[in-house]
């Protein structure tokens, strides 16, 4: 299936080299959140919170430069309510307190793999599929290659692609 990038949903698909169990702590561990995605304090349970910090210099495994518009975001810390957990197969929260929608990340085994679908749905517009669809397709590249052992040369070069094709799928300049 390929990816729904529209002005209000976005849909990635990934069948991960990993099993499950494995996958679902790269969700919910703080530790391993952070090498993919963003690290925080979290209580995963329905109502409670997952905690996120923007500490994106520590996603590529070698020195690289962080782009100007992201400059100076390193640290920036909130939280999200989580709305359904269902381990090790669903985890649901929202997305800037709700104003940009809900993420719902689903964990299906397929033998020793584990099909992602990542559903973020009511976003704003056409300028929040872009950003968000750069970010969580470059997320979830990282993802992939950290549970399948890979190294990430660099997060902002993986970052940049996925937010063109997101540009273009939402057809923002």
């Known amino acids: 299936m390929a990816d729904l990038i529209t002005a209000r949903e976005l849909r990635f698909e990934r069948l991960l080299a990993a ?45 690289v430069a962080t782009p100007e518009r992201f400059a100076g975001k390193s640290g920036h810390q909130w939280s999200e309510r989580v709305l359904r957990v269902e381990p090790p197969h669903l985890l649901a929260f929202t997305w800037d307190n709700g104003e940009a ?49 890979e190294k990430v040369p660099d997060f902002w070069q993986l970052h940049a692609e996925a937010e063109e094709r997101a540009k273009q799928a939402v057809g923002v300049a």
Do not use: C
Request: hydrophobic letters at 40%; aromatic letters at 8%.
């Open 101 to 149: 929608g809900e993420v719902t990340i689903t964990l299906t085994p397929e033998g020793d793999r584990t099909r992602l679908l990542l559903h973020h749905n009511g976003l704003r517009g056409a300028s929040d599929a872009a950003s968000f669809g750069g970010g969580w397709g470059a997320h979830l590249a990282v993802l992939e290659r950290r549970v399948a052992g």
């Open 19 to 63: 099993p499950v169990d494995k996958v679902w702590q790269y969700l919910v561990d703080p530790e391993l959140r952070a090498r993919w995605f963003m690290a925080g304090p979290s209580d995963i349970r329905p109502g409670g919170t997952i905690g996120f910090t923007m500490a994106h210099e520590n996603l590529s495994d070698g020195p």
